[in-house]
């Protein structure tokens, strides 16, 4: 079992920029990939990027590919998540997710740890 804690959301303008965090405890951390989701009111929890286990490999939504970058840090058993240039539709609770495996994926039913999330808004 994998204990996730996310940290970073808040009130941006858009254009702006946010870095979230997410700590992990538990299993071994480099021994699975990380994703981040999230959900907006009233919408499905969607996919937004995800990294493996080694942290060679990651994946992207197209909606946020080229203005957020996932990486991790396997030493300090934390996640990343460098949100810029920010858009109001980026406005929702965002989600961390520890993988089943090591591979990267952006299947939600290969993601069986969940934290609480963390509120992002961006204002216009």
């Known amino acids: 079992q994998v204990q996730l804690v996310e940290s970073g959301g808040g009130l941006v303008q858009a254009g702006g920029s946010l870095r979230l965090s997410c700590a992990a405890s538990g299993r071994t951390f480099s021994s699975y990939a990380m994703g981040w989701f999230r959900q907006a009111p009233g919408k499905e929890r969607e996919f937004v990027a995800a990294?493996?286990?080694?942290?060679?490999?990651?994946l992207y939504a197209d909606s946020v590919k080229g203005r957020f970058t996932i990486s991790r840090d396997n030493a300090k058993k934390t996640v990343y998540l460098q949100m810029n240039s920010l858009k109001p539709e980026d406005t929702a609770v965002y989600s961390c997710?520890?993988?089943?495996?090591?591979?990267?994926?952006?299947?939600?039913?290969?993601?069986?740890?969940w934290g609480q999330g963390t509120q992002v808004t961006v204002s216009s």
């Open positions: 997710a520890a993988g089943r495996a090591r591979f990267v994926t952006t299947d939600i039913t290969d993601f069986g740890s």
């Open positions: 990294i493996s286990g080694s942290g060679l490999s990651t």
